[in-house]
């Protein structure tokens, strides 16, 4: 019997669009550690930490950015691999009142992530 959705998968998955999509992928392996490996005929399955993104280039839909909150490990060392992989800083990490130290980058497709790590309230 086949399932409604892949082993593996959650019921919402993100799909980047964008008119780069193996500079994309690239990126994501670089400064986010993306496992996966880009596919020009399907979309790019790149597994972030314990979530799939997609990765699809432009054709019958044009390339859209998206706003994506990531956590990580370390949110300063993910900041600074992204910056070096070709990503704009939007803010440099810094403490958040609800416990997260946060940065933000924007990256090589246009798309805003907000990399943090969870520290608790003080």
Do not use: C
């Not at 986010?32 to 054709?59: H, K, N, Q, R, Y």
């Not at 070096?84 to 924007?106: L, T, V």
């Amino acid at each position: 019997m086949t399932q409604w959705k892949p082993e593996g998968r959650h019921n919402v998955t993100p799909r980047l669009v964008a008119r780069d999509p193996e500079a994309l992928v690239r990126f994501l392996k670089d400064a986010f550690g993306a496992d996966g490996e880009f596919t020009s005929d399907m979309p790019s399955d790149m597994l972030i930490g314990d979530s799939i993104v997609m990765v699809s280039g432009a054709g019958p839909r044009e390339a859209t950015s998206s706003f994506l909150y990531l956590y990580v490990e370390d949110a300063d060392a993910t900041y600074e691999r992204a910056l070096k992989a070709g990503a704009k800083s939007i803010e440099s990490p810094s403490d958040m009142p609800y416990g997260d130290r946060r940065a933000m980058i924007e990256d090589v497709g246009g798309n805003v992530w907000q990399i943090a790590t969870h520290r608790g309230l003080a």
